[in-house]
């Protein structure tokens, strides 16, 4: 049985900015959100909220039970529901429910152990059934190349059944089908948008489904049997998981770099928490520092961060502490550094300042680059016990009101 078809669009995913941004807004104890001068758009009622990656958000109610409110810009467009998750789908939500959660955990995201009800942006549910597994196929992946009107339905029934259909969006009824019931599928973007290919079987008979797109609509449909055909792959194969077990080497002595003179000899790497630990925090690790590429260097009782093989300060040595955390990016390093009651975030894109934060009382944690649109950088800001406090951008305005 073949588990991933969702992440298999991931590669079709494009990136946007969009002119307005949305951010997670504190008033008191609770959250709501704000656009990006700070105004409230969504009211302040929920005990926690979570960022996703489309302009979208999971609103958290904790008491009297967990209930949870799927956000898209500054409109709830499911609210306090008992779904685990949501996933954005373009024209769509997913809301999803996690039927045994240990389970799941242990199997690489099978979604046996998932239940997933679709809905439009209206809150209105499309399928009057759940199902283990939904991938959407429409214009959302194509950028209006392949359907418009109409949208593709990849289901995997709880039955552990696959079919294939076409929902009339303006409608919300399925219009065709084009199978059903196969016992596995693997399915072909090589050519998508312009065309979509999808084996299945039926009767016992493999078979190949190949959908032409044009002008936003289906143009045709034709299928072939693979029994004879160079084009069958016994147990298909492509859109499956594969389970091995993992080969090490045998452990080898590694010859250790000598101690540079005035080296701080350990490194303090920040951490964030999961984010479903409530209330979120910072965790801090020591470990032993590598002189290899850099190292914490002191000098007159103030700390920087030296390259070892350009023999230069990356960050001068300026500081009472340096603390390595996530920059963000490929070829970008980042650092917490502290002054006195101090903090700021230090980024490095390439070994070249990107830029600083405002020195503030809080930590700042880097948590999105080019939040919404390039050149907006979004932090979580962590009080003094390390607990989260609320959201910032890069120049220190905090997200956040009495």
């Known amino acids: 049985m073949k588990y991933c078809l969702t992440y298999l669009l991931l590669l079709l995913t494009f990136t946007f900015y969009s002119s307005q941004i949305f951010v997670p807004y504190r008033k008191g104890d609770k959250f709501g959100i704000s656009d990006e001068s700070g105004k409230l758009v969504v009211p302040a009622q929920f005990d926690k909220i979570a960022v996703g990656y489309n302009n979208d958000f999971t609103g958290i109610k904790s008491s009297p039970t967990i209930k949870k409110s799927y956000i898209l810009k500054d409109r709830i467009i499911l609210k306090d529901t008992d779904f685990s998750y949501f996933e954005n789908e373009g024209q769509f939500v997913k809301g999803i429910t996690i039927k045994d959660k240990e389970s799941y955990k242990h199997s690489r995201g099978n979604p046996n152990y998932l239940s997933m009800n679709l809905y439009n942006l209206k809150g209105e549910q499309i399928l009057d059934r759940s199902y283990n597994n939904i ?30 259909y076409q929902l009339d969006k303006k409608q919300k009824k399925i219009i065709k ?18 065309t979509f290919s999808i084996t299945y079987d039926e009767n016992r008979t493999k078979k190949k489904l190949t959908i032409d797109f044009e002008n936003g609509k289906i143009k045709s449909s034709k299928t072939e049997d693979l029994t004879n055909s160079n084009d069958y792959r016994d147990g298909y194969g492509r859109s499956g998981y594969s389970s091995y077990e993992a080969t090490r080497m045998p452990d080898m002595e590694v010859e250790k ?19 479903d630990k409530t209330p979120e925090e910072l965790s801090f690790e020591t470990t032993e520092a590598s002189y290899d590429y850099a190292y914490i260097k002191k000098e007159k009782n103030k700390f920087g961060y030296f390259l070892t093989k350009e023999n230069k300060y990356l960050i001068m040595p300026k500081y009472d502490k340096i603390m390595t955390a996530d920059g963000h990016g490929v070829f970008a390093s980042g650092f917490i550094v502290k002054n006195s009651e101090n903090y700021q975030y230090l980024v490095f894109m390439n070994k070249t300042q990107e ?21 907006f950088q979004l932090f979580k800001m962590f009080d003094k016990d390390n607990k989260f406090f609320c959201y910032a951008d890069q120049n220190g305005k905090l997200y956040y009101s009495k």
Do not use: C, Q
């Open 355 to 375: 830029f600083i934060t405002p020195e503030s009382k809080m930590i700042p944690y880097f948590f999105r680059r080019d939040y919404g649109k390039k050149g």
């Open 135 to 164: 991938v959407v196929i429409d214009e959302s992946e194509t950028k209006g190349m392949a359907l418009k009107e109409s949208v593709l339905l990849l289901l995997y029934s709880s039955e552990n059944n696959y079919g294939l």
């Open 257 to 275: 770099s000598p101690v540079p003179e005035n080296s701080e000899g350990k490194i303090i790497r920040v951490r964030e928490s999961f984010e």
């Open 177 to 194: 089908t084009f199978f059903e019931n196969s016992n596995d599928v693997d399915t072909d973007y090589e050519k998508f948008p312009k």
